[in-house]
């Protein structure tokens, strides 16, 4: 039976943060590694993927258990309304501390290292060799376009991408928080 209590909605705010701080610190993570050219940033950023990807699934069999703990579980629109919330809260994390980072932090210091490493000779003359010339001329003319956005723009950009993301996800961490763990018991005791 799907549960009456609403205690569940205040989980959402509170795995949420952490949700967006991992999200956060991938991104720092990715835009640090390629701003300062550092290899073991960019290796933490890859180890962080999988873990930011698995962390509301975490959070959604945390959520599962309490409730299983106290007799009741969460019905999948109650899940549903759960995951949404958890994901619209970590979007508003990571969307601070985007716009921290583009508004105090970068300094033209991400676009100055992307635009270093796309317009080297060899990778123009990679890109010539593939026929693909016209696409890298179109790839510096955006990175150019990018570059010219406010930071608030940069950090829209990215909430968009994200809320797209979490989306898509809520509707798989809702079955794994309105899973019913009663059917688990029982399989282990027979």
């Keep these: 039976m799907a549960t009456k209590n609403y205690a569940y909605r205040s989980y ?4 949420g943060t952490f949700v967006g701080l991992g999200w956060g610190a991938l991104f720092l993570t990715y835009v640090g590694g390629i701003a300062a050219e550092n290899a073991l940033l960019l290796l933490l950023c890859f180890l962080l993927c999988p873990v930011c990807f698995m962390m509301p699934f975490f959070f959604a069999i945390r959520l599962n258990r309490k409730m299983h703990g106290v007799g009741e579980r969460l019905s999948y629109v109650q899940g549903l309304f759960f995951s949404l919330s958890m994901f619209m809260y970590a979007c508003l994390m990571n969307g601070l501390i985007v716009f921290t980072y ?4 970068d ?3 991400l676009y100055t290292q992307l635009n270093q490493m796309f317009t080297q000779t060899e990778i123009a003359a990679t890109y010539e060799q593939i026929g693909m010339g016209e696409q890298y ?4 003319d955006m990175l150019k376009q990018v570059d010219e956005l406010s930071p608030f ?3 829209l950009a990215v909430f968009n991408n994200n809320f ?3 989306l ?3 509707f798989l961490t809702a079955v794994v928080a309105s899973y019913d763990l009663r059917k688990i018991r029982k399989h282990q005791q027979q």
Excluded: P, R
Aim: negative net charge.
């Design 12 to 15: 959402s705010m509170e795995y």
């Design 102 to 105: 583009f508004q105090w932090m």
């Design 107 to 109: 300094d033209g210091s």
């Design 137 to 140: 001329l179109q790839m510096i």
């Design 153 to 155: 723009n940069k950090t």
């Design 164 to 166: 797209f993301f979490g």
């Design 168 to 170: 898509v996800m809520s």
